[in-house]
């Protein structure tokens, strides 16, 4: 073999185990209004905890060997008489897509490893359409094969991702292969260590969406910052080599006006607009916003809406709010694991509703993105959060890459959502050099993506006899001095909350982002009794009476709305895998302080201090 071929096989060789690592896709907006075929339903499934089918004896992955053959992802199920193979996913069994497998299978309630999913669809392929594999999350990391072919792999449970799959189709039959892996590990987001259950799997929707060959990426059109009268954006097309024009119509509001792109596809939009309703909890408006080119067109539901902070006042449309909220985690505790169906998210917001809140904030990382549409359509102000979680790896570029990613992804989403108010960058993290650098640089990341909403995140308090102290150094780049406190749970007592007094050194809006008591529905005894719901009335009462005290007090969102499952709540009795500060219970139950928080709510009313 001369020495040239040797160069050219070897950077073939280069290339294909660099291409076999790629990421995944930047997703496009507004996928689900899109032609598309669902994959959801019935996946089979392969429990796989030594990786057999991805790692080979000596701990190489099978598709970076030279010919890409041995993994599970060939997807071999009718082999010749001398061919050996270890898997076969016709004879295994199926899991429901979206749902995580811990709720769906007893032998994977505690399981973190790796499973592989199949399922085999049909398409009816046209020559002038682009196709996308899109996933609405998995996970946490995942490997996506289509046809046998590696197409890349994505980190981070909770955020979509997509793959150009238009050259890998079949026109006919094909079948994709995705591996699974929820392993806990230190340096990724969240870290090791967490209060929710680690959920593996294709959590939510799979679809096959296609486009024509020129198509609307990306748009963002919301009203410009702190402007009630003009509309600003972008449009980003892909596929085009040339210049293009793009019309955007508002039929409502009598607007269809016209911008050219540039070279690269992308036109900068600003339109004056006069007598718009504005979007709110009381009135959420949404108009119909329509996007077309010559070749394409999209359209969506788009509130407008103003969010800003004076001092320690919060202004919604210019009229000053108090956020009545409530926090919430992915999960349906009626039937077990992440929510997965519309119905599921209707019932979690409905219930927010009816306790009173104009608010939620989703915790501790980016949720469906239907709840954000019905938070829309419903009239639920949103705090949105990446799940930088506690203590993480601060000083590693890696882990930082990827938490601002995932910020990033969650952002690009939902930057059309009139409900999201406010970008969170992380909860509960304690002081340090480095920690105040990553997180200063995602707040910082927030505001070159986004100027027109608030950046917060949960801090921590300090305590000195009863007075309690609130002084995060990074509460200076936020807009909210907002932060978690459980007095009456983790310290002291609900009978001595009325002494304790705040010393919040920010001249900020304050929202408590987290306070909360356990209490096991249907436990009564007096009010001394810790796990009772009577405890838990009494905390509530006690604390929001403690609440009322601090200068700028402009909302809140107690933990949390309904008991959820969690590794670390382990007391037989009364946790039994149960973070038990829900104020409704697991099967539905009204606990007490529900009723305490409810009728605040309803009485409620914002006085300026």
């Known amino acids: 073999m001369t020495l040239n071929k040797k160069i050219i096989l070897f950077l073939l060789f280069a290339f294909n185990v660099f291409s076999f690592q790629i990421q995944a896709q930047?997703?496009?907006?507004?996928?689900?209004?899109?032609?598309?075929?669902?994959?959801?339903?019935?996946?089979?499934?392969?429990?796989?905890p030594y990786q057999m089918g991805y790692l080979d004896y000596r701990q190489k992955p099978f598709d970076q060997s030279k010919n890409g053959k041995g993994g599970f992802y060939e997807n071999i199920t009718a082999p010749d008489k001398k061919t050996r193979v270890e898997y076969n996913f016709d004879f295994e069994p199926s899991l429901q897509v979206p749902g995580d497998w811990n709720s769906q299978d007893s032998r994977l309630l505690f399981y973190e490893g790796t499973i592989w999913y199949k399922k085999d669809f049909i398409v009816n392929q046209k020559s002038d359409k682009n196709y996308f594999l899109y996933f609405a999350a998995v996970n946490y990391e995942c490997h996506v094969y289509l046809n046998g072919k590696k197409l890349g792999m994505h980190k981070g449970g909770f955020t979509p991702f997509q793959f150009d799959v238009t050259s890998q189709l079949h026109n006919g039959k094909n079948f994709v292969v995705v591996m699974v892996d929820n392993v806990r590990k230190?340096?990724?987001?969240?870290?090791?260590?967490?209060?929710?259950?680690?959920?593996?799997?294709?959590?939510?929707?799979?679809?096959?969406?296609?486009?024509?060959?020129?198509?609307?990426?990306?748009?963002?059109?919301?009203?410009?910052?702190?402007?009630?009268?003009?509309?600003?954006?972008?449009?980003?097309?892909?596929?085009?080599?040339?210049?293009?024009?793009?019309?955007?119509e508002i039929p409502e509001l009598k607007i269809k006006s016209t911008f050219p792109t540039d070279e690269n596809g992308y036109a900068s939009i600003k339109i004056p607009v006069k007598d718009v309703n504005y979007w709110s909890p009381e009135n959420p408006k949404l108009y119909d916003v329509k996007i077309s080119t010559k070749t394409d067109k999209n359209t969506d539901k788009i509130g407008f809406r103003t969010i800003k902070t004076v001092n320690k006042d919060i202004l919604l449309n210019g009229k000053s709010i108090f956020l009545k909220g409530i926090s919430v985690h992915d999960e349906n505790p009626l039937v077990g694991g992440r929510l997965k169906s519309e119905g599921d998210i209707r019932m979690i917001l409905n219930w927010a509703k009816e306790l009173g809140c104009n608010y939620i904030r989703l915790?501790?990382?980016?949720?469906?993105?239907t709840m954000l549409r019905l938070a829309d359509e419903i009239g639920l102000l949103v705090w949105a959060e990446v799940p930088v979680y506690w203590t993480i790896s601060w000083t590693n570029e890696d882990t930082y890459k990827n938490a601002e990613n995932q910020l990033t992804v969650g952002i690009e989403r939902d930057k059309n959502r009139a409900s999201v108010i406010v970008w969170s960058v992380g909860n509960e993290t304690p002081v340090s050099k480095e920690r105040n650098i990553f997180m200063g640089k995602l707040i910082d990341k927030v505001k070159s993506l986004d100027d027109t909403r608030l950046v917060a995140a949960a801090l921590e308090i300090e305590r000195n006899g009863y007075s309690v102290t609130v002084e995060d150094p990074l509460g200076e780049k936020l807009d909210l001095?907002?932060?978690?406190?459980?007095?009456?749970?983790?310290?002291?007592?609900?009978?001595?909350?009325?002494?304790?007094?705040?010393?919040?050194?920010?001249?900020?809006?304050?929202?408590?982002?987290?306070?909360g008591a356990d209490a096991l529905a249907g436990f009564h005894a007096d009010d001394d009794t810790v796990w009772s719901e009577e405890y838990q009335e009494l905390f509530y009462k006690n604390q929001l009476n403690m609440l009322e005290k601090i200068d700028g007090l402009r909302g809140m969102t107690p933990w949390i709305l309904v008991d959820f499952k969690s590794p670390r709540r382990q007391n037989p009795k009364y946790q039994n895998f149960w973070n038990r500060k829900g104020l409704i219970s697991e099967t539905g139950h009204k606990k007490k302080a529900y009723f305490i928080l409810q009728n605040y709510y309803k009485n409620k009313t914002l006085t300026k201090k």
């Open 26 to 48: 930047k997703v496009m907006q507004n996928p689900f209004g899109r032609e598309n075929l669902s994959l959801n339903g019935a996946w089979q499934y392969i429990i796989d």
């Open 186 to 248: 230190k340096d990724e987001v969240p870290t090791v260590n967490t209060d929710w259950w680690n959920y593996g799997g294709i959590t939510r929707d799979v679809t096959l969406i296609s486009t024509p060959k020129s198509y609307i990426d990306d748009y963002k059109i919301q009203l410009a910052k702190n402007e009630k009268d003009i509309i600003e954006g972008f449009i980003q097309l892909k596929g085009s080599t040339e210049k293009e024009k793009v019309t955007v």
């Open 363 to 369: 915790a501790h990382y980016t949720h469906n993105e």
């Open 481 to 515: 001095a907002s932060f978690n406190e459980y007095g009456g749970w983790y310290w002291s007592e609900p009978k001595e909350l009325p002494k304790y007094n705040f010393d919040i050194k920010f001249n900020k809006p304050v929202v408590i982002s987290e306070f």
